[in-house]
């Protein structure tokens, strides 16, 4: 006998169910949302059907491939994830799957990646199923470091060309990235649906610049879905599975991860040497503390726990790490009394860009400090430093690996945390040589570095000031190439190579002191190459420099929130335009204030916000002039004594209008 039963179940919704012979209780909801979508697939297939599906010792070695789709910015990579993640099965088809793998709003309010994002697919290939792990990159220059350690998981990549745009400046940088990791490099080029897309124009750039041949590239259209599975086709038959070892003892690297407030670290972690378990003990190399492991699994591309991951597989690991220095990015987790030697790891992330970061309110400090932490749990490429100012109060010196980046913390933090926030003029990290024997024993060493410009040391204590220094990459079309040049002139750069790459496009090459090009030459470039040029930058290093330190003075007091660093030969022009923003930002008082900009002892620029000023002659309908010039004169000495004791507080919001990185208009 069948009957129908009907409670109330998930998220309130009625469950209805039909059991034979007498009624009986469903099994209960999960109490976890991450719960969810393994609850309902064990109602819909069975529980020992979903263990069968995610048990992952039916993947032999030579059937897994680990790759990643590397490009520049907006040439496809999160559409081509999409359409892959649906032919392997692993999401439905729906018109809704757009940027699937990028899971932070500020990534889908952009429209770009910020944070690397892994997903095991499973696909059937010529009678055999194959394990691949894919890893989808982001594609600005600032957040290179998240390619470079995705890649260290990998053994190919897929390097993704727009057949319209054809190759970009980061599509250079990318390429160079996998080639110096001698990682297979199959070319795709995306797009082709485009009435504009010039595929044949675009093989012809991949030869000559990458020396891959044109019968190599694949043409697809990861839009509308065109081709894809040849795609797949050609990551099986093209990049090698994984060199590891599964009877060896347990290696894993740690090439990611993130922070939960209820689990603790998850960790991503590429095996490249045995297998681990729930219920191991587990030692990390860097800090050399033993974790027991509560939950080890696959994202797909949400996670799923697995009972064990073996050799040359990639997945995540949580092991009750409460904070992420714990789980420190190229670190080696091998198990507990089987020491390996750790693997070779990742240079830590060198900040480009330094901004102070103070709460609007000071009552705010505590619960921004705790915003900041945990941010930072989530992108440890983020230096921080505490700092502290007369007009701002508490705050910190936070290290980015460049302005986007910058953007995109200042926004995290606004929408994940609520938290409003007052972030100063970005700057670079300089360095001085000092002079004396004596200073270099108080500092301990004969380099100092600066990343507060209020600390920059006088002349008299230096041989000579260091300034950072960047190898730019700048494709263009032709008929841009004058103005460009001339841009980057005004930039102090020099330049080093040009190559035409075809008929119509040039790739150029300049050394840039960063400090010119870290504000707002992007912006520059693309207004004048009306958005076609693209620019890609490296660290080359740092370079002596007439460098000198610019005071912002109110009535002579100094503010120290608007010291700035400038070169010897921008200094009027920078000193002139911080002056006019400050003039048109600060509210007038009862006195003149004087708005100088000073090298040393020297004013360079200067702005006057006039007084509010009462008409003392308003009585004064005739009579003698003596009479006016008296009452004129007395209100002149009042406003004097008044200037000498009258204290100026520059307005947070005045702090933020000069602030900005470019006046408004």
């Not at 199923?129 to 890893?135: D, K, M, V």
């Not at 740092?542 to 330190?549: G, I, M």
Request: aromatic share 8%.
């Amino acid at each position: 006998m069948w009957t129908l039963v009907g409670c109330r179940g998930w998220r309130g919704r009625v469950l209805v169910s039909w059991v034979s012979g007498v009624a009986r209780r469903p099994r209960p909801a999960p109490t976890r949302s991450a719960d969810a979508e393994s609850w309902v697939a064990s109602r819909l297939y069975g529980s020992a059907d979903v263990e069968e599906k995610f048990d992952m010792s039916r993947f032999p070695v030579e059937n897994i491939r680990n790759f990643s789709i590397i490009a520049h910015v907006d040439h496809g990579k999160s559409t081509l994830a999409d359409r892959l993640l649906e032919l392997t099965g692993t999401i439905d088809k729906t018109k809704n799957n757009k940027q699937v793998l990028d899971k932070l709003q500020v990534e889908r309010e952009r429209g770009i990646t910020v944070k690397a994002q892994t997903a095991s697919l499973f696909y059937d290939f010529e009678g055999k199923q194959y394990l691949l792990n894919l890893i989808d990159t982001p594609g600005h220059v600032d957040f290179n470091y998240e390619v470079s350690r995705s890649l260290s998981a990998c053994q190919g990549v897929l390097l993704v060309v727009d057949a319209n745009e054809g190759i970009q400046a980061q599509t250079v940088a990318n390429f160079f990235l996998a080639f110096e990791a001698q990682l297979s490099i199959i070319p795709v080029i995306n797009k082709i649906d485009l009435k504009s897309a010039d595929p044949e124009r675009v093989e012809k750039q991949i030869e000559k610049v990458f020396d891959i041949p044109r019968n190599e590239c694949v043409k697809i259209s990861a839009k509308l879905g065109t081709n894809v599975e040849s795609i797949l086709q050609a990551v099986i038959e093209r990049i090698p599975p994984p060199k590891v070892h599964r009877k060896n003892p347990l290696r894993a690297l740690v090439f990611d991860s993130t922070f939960d407030r209820y689990r603790g670290v998850i960790a991503n972690i590429a095996l490249f040497d045995g297998v681990v378990s729930k219920g191991d003990k587990i030692v990390s190399a860097h800090n050399q503390k033993t974790y027991e492991v509560n939950e080890v699994g696959v994202l797909n591309p949400n996670e799923q726990s697995t009972n064990k991951l073996y050799a040359g597989q990639v997945g995540y690991l949580i092991a009750g790490m409460k904070n992420i220095t714990e789980a420190q990015v190229g670190d080696t987790l091998y198990l507990h009394r089987q020491p390996v030697e750790p693997l070779p790891g990742f240079k830590s992330a060198k900040p480009m860009v330094f901004a102070g970061m103070y709460p609007v309110d000071q009552s705010e400090y505590n619960n921004l400090k705790s915003a900041v932490e945990k941010l930072t749990l989530n992108d440890s490429s983020v230096t921080v430093h505490r700092d502290s100012s007369l007009a701002l109060g508490a705050g910190w010196r936070l290290g980015f690996l460049g302005l986007l980046h910058m953007e995109v913390f200042n926004q995290r933090l606004e929408q994940e945390y609520n938290a409003s926030v007052i972030m100063t003029t970005p700057t670079v990290p300089y360095k001085a040589v000092l002079s004396s024997a004596k200073l270099i024993k108080e500092y301990r060493e004969k380099e100092i570095t600066i990343i507060n410009p209020a600390q920059f040391p006088d002349k008299s204590k230096v041989t000579e000031y260091l300034e950072p220094v960047v190898l730019g990459t700048i494709i263009t079309p032709d008929e841009y190439t004058r103005e460009i040049m001339m841009l980057c002139q005004a930039r102090r750069a020099v330049q080093k190579n040009m190559i035409f790459i075809d008929q119509n496009r040039v790739m150029l090459k300049y050394l840039f002191p960063l400090n010119e090009i870290v504000v707002d030459f992007y912006d520059s470039l693309k207004s004048l190459s009306s958005g076609y040029a693209s620019f890609d930058y490296e660290d080359a290093g740092y370079q002596a420099a007439e460098l000198v330190k610019m005071d912002i003075l109110l009535n002579g007091n100094i503010v120290e929130e608007l010291v700035t660093i400038v070169h010897k030969d921008k200094a009027h022009s920078v000193g002139k335009a911080i002056c006019e923003r400050l003039k048109d930002s600060l509210p007038r008082q009862l006195f003149e204030i004087a708005v100088q900009a000073a090298i040393g002892s020297k004013i360079i620029a200067r702005e006057t916000v006039k007084a509010y000023r009462k008409n003392v002659l308003a009585k004064c309908y005739g009579g003698d002039i003596t009479r006016k010039m008296k009452l004129l004169r007395r209100q002149a000495e009042g406003k004097k004594k008044l200037r000498k004791i009258g204290n100026i507080e520059v307005p947070k919001d005045a702090f933020i209008k000069v602030l900005k990185t470019q006046p408004d208009k």
